[in-house]
């Protein structure tokens, strides 16, 4: 009987050696976690070398090295539209594109509502997040939509003169600084 005692000690000495183990390996994986999510997520400060007015009263500074495309478009959902993009080629795995478009409140009922719903109709489950952006002399709602490998900034800037610029935005890369600095420089001209 007390060498059962001993070998029941013992493995209860185990078992909590081995959870205390498992609580360790499980915080550092949370730490690790938090501490990329704060690298991936960091913001950098903008440099715009350009200014560009658009025809659709827009303006925007902006790296010329990240945007080297600055055109107007026009796009399937936003219609006529300021294009800004990493590259002509979409399928560069480094590819961003920021669309903005000029409306006022009745152009669309629920801008980033309607562009959720499609993002989740084209790519199945999508992971929307608020995102807080800042526009000079605006209010800004924003989300962050994760879809698999790509990220998604739909955007609405109202401006007090009712104006408001509708933006969406896609990139393949892991931080979307290079976006959100874009997007807090554009102006109406």
Known sequence: MPKDIHTQDSSQQRASRLLLAMGVIVLLGALAYFGLTLAVNRRTPANPDTHF?????????????????CQMTEDAALGHALQLASGEDSANANYQVVLFQRGDKATYEDFIG????????????????????????????????????????????????????????????????????????????
Do not use: F, H, M
């Not at 007015?53 to 495309?69: K, L, M, R």
């Not at 109202?158 to 896609?170: I, P």
């Not at 931080?175 to 959100?180: A, G, L, T």
């Open 53 to 69: 007015d658009a025809e659709n009263g827009i303006s925007v500074d902006y790296e010329s090295a990240v945007w080297p495309v």
């Open 114 to 189: 309607q562009s959720e719903a499609d993002l989740k109709a084209a790519y199945g489950v999508i992971s929307p997040r608020k995102v807080k952006l800042q526009v000079e002399g605006a209010t800004v709602t924003a989300v962050r939509c994760d879809i698999q490998a790509y990220y998604a900034v739909l955007a609405t800037i109202e401006y007090d003169s009712g104006d408001v610029v509708y933006v969406s935005g896609l990139t393949k890369l892991a931080s979307i600084s290079d976006i959100v600095n874009l997007v807090e420089s554009v102006s109406l001209t």
